[in-house]
């Protein structure tokens, strides 16, 4: 390891927030749109690739059934037990699951990897100017490092899911750092110059998830609700103050007026994010 990266972790005050819930409910929605994106990246046969807040691997579960060699990485404990069991029923040989923080990435090693992929995954981890240079630190002169990051301000659903539940929530500590930073674009420029990428090696550009329930959008909610970390601390905190059914009937508005499925037993929603792509020299 380079003697100037620091070998000495940090704690992530995420942890607590991404274990509380369980965002494999949520994963389940999200399984077509992770498929398409890692087609899209062109993963191949014999590459390594390296997910970081991973999930239980809605992106590096494919990227390894395409050939490559995957590390997925995640903060949470039960997220990585997840996506072992999952890689495990799949008898997928060339992929594992590890618990480790973006923003200090211990265990891995300097340019280890010719793709490193975050979708909607190191954006929440704090210090996003040691996430940028951890993400390039360890992928190989040459490779990419590909993230999806939510757009602040967007009018798509999980912008507004986080825009409605941060007015229900207890403000953030000092020294707080909006996950949502990193959807623009200004911002991802300016924290990968730092790690050392000519700005000319990035680029940005709007792209779409689609989330699909086999459900109404009200249940569909309902699993935001009861499993997503930061809109489960946003009914709590709405509640303590008798705002609960305010949040509610807010965010039941949201998910219907965007569903976009035929009948009223399903669930489609499109969601914008940024899409970053970044060649490291």
């Known amino acids: 390891m380079d003697a100037n990266v620091t070998t000495t972790s940090v704690p992530n005050a995420n942890k607590a927030l991404w274990e509380k819930g369980d965002f494999t409910r949520i994963a389940a929605a999200m399984r077509e749109s992770g498929e398409a994106l890692v087609k899209s990246l062109g993963v191949e046969n014999g590459i390594r690739v390296l997910d970081l807040g991973c999930g239980d691997g809605t992106t590096a579960i494919p990227a390894a059934q395409a050939g490559a060699s995957v590390v997925g990485v995640d903060i949470a404990r039960n997220l990585v037990a997840a996506g072992n069991a999952r890689a495990k029923a799949l008898q997928l040989s060339n992929i594992r699951f590890e618990e480790g923080d973006a923003s200090d990435l211990v265990n891995l090693e300097d340019r280890g990897f010719d793709v490193v992929v975050?979708?909607?995954?190191?954006?929440?981890?704090?210090?996003?100017?040691?996430?940028?240079?951890?993400?390039?630190?360890?992928?190989?002169?040459?490779?990419?490092?590909?993230?999806?990051?939510?757009?602040?301000?967007?009018?798509?659903?999980?912008?507004?899911?986080?825009?409605?539940?941060?007015?229900?929530?207890?403000?953030?500590?000092?020294?707080?750092?909006?996950?949502?930073?990193?959807?623009?674009?200004?911002?991802?420029i300016e924290r990968f110059e730092a790690a050392g990428i000519p700005p000319g090696n990035i680029t940005c550009e709007k792209d779409t998830y689609t989330f699909n329930y086999p459900g109404p959008a009200t249940n569909f909610l309902g699993q935001f609700?009861?499993?997503?970390?930061?809109?489960?601390?946003?009914?709590?905190?709405?509640?303590?103050?008798?705002?609960?059914?305010?949040?509610?009937?807010?965010?039941?508005?949201?998910?219907?007026?965007?569903?976009?499925?035929?009948?009223?037993?399903a669930t489609k929603i499109l969601a914008s994010f940024l899409r970053v792509t970044v060649r490291v020299p």
């Open 118 to 188: 975050s979708i909607f995954g190191a954006m929440f981890a704090p210090r996003p100017a040691d996430v940028a240079k951890e993400m390039v630190r360890v992928t190989k002169p040459g490779g990419r490092i590909v993230m999806g990051n939510w757009i602040p301000g967007d009018p798509t659903l999980v912008a507004q899911i986080l825009r409605i539940s941060s007015t229900y929530s207890a403000p953030p500590p000092e020294g707080f750092v909006s996950p949502m930073t990193w959807g623009v674009e200004a911002n991802v």
């Open 225 to 265: 609700r009861d499993f997503y970390g930061p809109t489960m601390n946003a009914f709590e905190a709405a509640a303590r103050t008798g705002k609960g059914e305010e949040l509610q009937n807010e965010l039941d508005l949201l998910f219907n007026r965007q569903n976009q499925a035929r009948t009223n037993d």
